[in-house]
């Protein structure tokens, strides 16, 4: 799993509620947040990966869901016009959108968007991990 997906300046902003100039990554794989206000914080990484979830997760609840067949779900979101379809694989969760692509070139193994997310929770589950231990 590539951790620059999840590290970024947005993503420092989020965590921190502060205003951040720039991320940078040490060698050690710690995180330097580095404020406007001058100071400079170390962030566990696994705060980032959590922002990740967490982000999607909020996005995902203004998507509005049709059920195509019991494997494919159209996704559109209140705000937009552009429908993006998911489909549920036996791994995974994949959909067509710029998100879902760009994770996978990350070489993130399970991509999961926002999109994702929405059916996720409509199937019941809070996360892909939950899906993944689904009996089928
Ligand atoms: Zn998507």
């Not at 159209?74 to 694989?89: L, P």
């Not at 926002?114 to 996720?120: D, E, N, Q, R, S």
């Amino acid at each position: 799993m590539s951790p620059d997906y999840f590290v970024s300046v947005r993503a420092a902003e989020r965590i921190t509620s502060k205003r951040v100039k720039k991320v940078s990554q040490w060698r050690n794989g710690a995180i330097l947040v580095h404020f406007k206000d001058g100071k400079i914080n170390v962030v566990d990484p696994l705060d980032f990966q959590r922002d990740f979830v967490d982000f999607r997760q909020q996005q995902s609840r203004d998507i509005l869901l049709s059920r195509i067949t019991p494997t494919l779900y159209a996704c559109k979101s209140a705000a937009h016009e552009k429908v993006y379809s998911v489909v549920i694989e036996e791994e995974r969760l994949r959909c067509n959108c710029k998100d879902w692509e760009i994770q996978l070139e990350e070489g993130l193994q399970r991509p999961c968007c926002k999109h994702g997310y929405a059916v996720l929770q409509k199937l019941g589950c809070r996360s892909l991990q939950d899906f993944l231990q689904m009996p089928v």
